[in-house]
């Protein structure tokens, strides 16, 4: 028997089969439990038939984990699954405002590796238990904009990896297709009255959802347009405005998901058609106008995405347009019982619902838009 080659010095081998058969594993359980998921449901919201104008939300609540981060949290897995950056052992982090790091946690305990949540300490009560549910630790830091080189530096000190959600979300997910949510809402809509819409109405939190639609109407031909709506005091309006990707206002978002204090690397803002800047107490206004409309009870991103789609159907309405409006359902509003749903929270941050109140409700009644000053 002829003794295998030694290597040369110029040749450096660091294959490890018992590596790779543990990340083939990984990647076939994540695999595994998408084809398990039923696709989300698209709702169509009551709006008056002669208006000729329907809106329709997704409603991502209805991942195992809750929300439309379940789908950035298995593309990001895959993503450092694929790219040998998690491998078996790994301490994964994340930098993250509640509902990604739910989700992250529910596929680190999937694969059996230990994770660490960086976030505000203001992230709600109920996010952090549901964290911690998943096995996960919850390391809280007091200023908002820190949580990128806190997560950092767990990682690197762990010998881990850091997903950094806002570097990749908009490169982890395929956007030609592969049922990603754009893919979904498309197919969904092919036996509707209006199956390409007129708008598709998405929030900034990562930039990567608004990333995946607005290259999918591109690749796809689609006339549809993207528009982002974005909380007060949050990076990605003025810095789309101004073209200045490196505006920052160094204040942490009220609608959590949502509302970045700097332009993250994820927001593409040239596939971008339009951005609206919506008030806290709009997007709250907004979010129980539709408990009070359709019975279900959403969080504060799905507030802000319905104000921008109210606003736009009432455009449509107004110039006597037919045509859909499609937005998200962000999560479940039980995440949410203790701030936005609380009269007395909502008091004591300052926030006046009553003139935001009115604005949605006469759209409801009329189709027009008078936002408060």
């Known amino acids: 028997m002829t003794a295998a080659p030694n290597p040369s010095p110029g040749d450096v081998d660091r294959s490890d089969p018992a590596c790779r058969a543990w990340?083939?594993?990984?990647?076939?359980?994540?695999?595994?439990?998408?084809?398990?998921?039923?696709?989300?449901?698209?709702?169509?919201?009551?709006?008056?038939?002669?208006?000729?104008?329907?809106?329709?939300?997704?409603?991502?609540?209805?991942?195992?984990?809750?929300?439309?981060?379940?789908?950035?949290?298995?593309?990001?897995?895959?993503?450092?699954?694929?790219?040998?950056?998690?491998?078996?052992?790994?301490?994964?982090?994340?930098?993250?405002?509640?509902?990604?790091?739910?989700?992250?946690?529910?596929?680190a305990r999937m694969l059996g590796l230990p994770f660490v949540a960086v976030m505000p300490a203001a992230t709600s009560p109920e996010k952090i238990a549901l964290i911690e549910f998943y096995g996960a630790r919850c390391h809280l830091v007091a200023d908002a904009g820190s949580v990128y080189d806190e997560a950092r530096r767990i990682a690197t000190e762990a010998g881990g990896h850091y997903l950094d959600q806002f570097t990749y979300a908009e490169r982890a997910t395929d956007w030609r297709g592969n049922n990603n949510i754009a893919e979904s809402i498309f197919s969904q809509l092919a036996l509707e009255r209006?199956?390409?819409?007129?708008?598709?109405?998405?929030?900034?939190?990562?930039?990567?959802?608004?990333a995946t639609i607005g290259?999918?109407?591109?690749?796809?031909?689609?006339?549809?347009?993207?528009?982002?709506?974005?909380?007060?005091?949050?990076?990605?309006?003025?810095?789309?405005?101004?073209?200045?990707?490196?505006?920052?206002?160094?204040?942490?978002?009220?609608?959590?998901?949502?509302?970045?204090p700097r332009v993250e690397p994820s927001f593409v803002p040239t596939i971008v058609d339009r951005m609206i800047c919506v008030p806290d107490a709009a997007s709250l206004a907004a979010m129980r106008e539709l408990e009070r409309t359709t019975g279900r009870r959403a969080g504060g991103s799905t507030g802000t995405n319905l104000w921008g789609a109210f606003q736009l159907v009432a455009e449509m309405v107004a110039a006597g347009r037919t045509g859909s409006v499609v937005t998200l359902l962000c999560d479940g509003g039980e995440r949410y019982a203790h701030t936005y749903y609380s009269d007395a929270w909502v008091a004591g941050q300052g926030l006046d619902l009553a003139p935001h109140t009115a604005t949605v409700q006469r759209f409801a009644a009329t189709g027009e838009w008078a936002a408060a000053g």
Do not use: M, N
């Open 23 to 107: 990340v083939d594993r990984a990647v076939a359980a994540v695999e595994a439990d998408a084809r398990r998921s039923a696709d989300t449901h698209l709702l169509l919201y009551p709006l008056p038939p002669e208006w000729g104008v329907e809106l329709y939300l997704k409603d991502e609540s209805t991942h195992p984990t809750g929300s439309l981060k379940h789908r950035l949290a298995r593309s990001l897995f895959l993503y450092g699954l694929c790219s040998g950056q998690i491998t078996e052992g790994s301490t994964v982090v994340e930098a993250s405002s509640g509902s990604t790091a739910v989700s992250e946690a529910y596929f």
């Open 215 to 260: 290259r999918y109407l591109r690749y796809r031909r689609l006339p549809t347009r993207l528009a982002v709506v974005d909380p007060e005091g949050s990076s990605f309006f003025p810095g789309w405005r101004d073209g200045d990707p490196g505006t920052t206002t160094g204040r942490s978002s009220r609608i959590e998901g949502i509302g970045r």
């Open 194 to 210: 209006h199956p390409v819409p007129e708008w598709v109405v998405v929030g900034a939190g990562t930039g990567g959802t608004s």
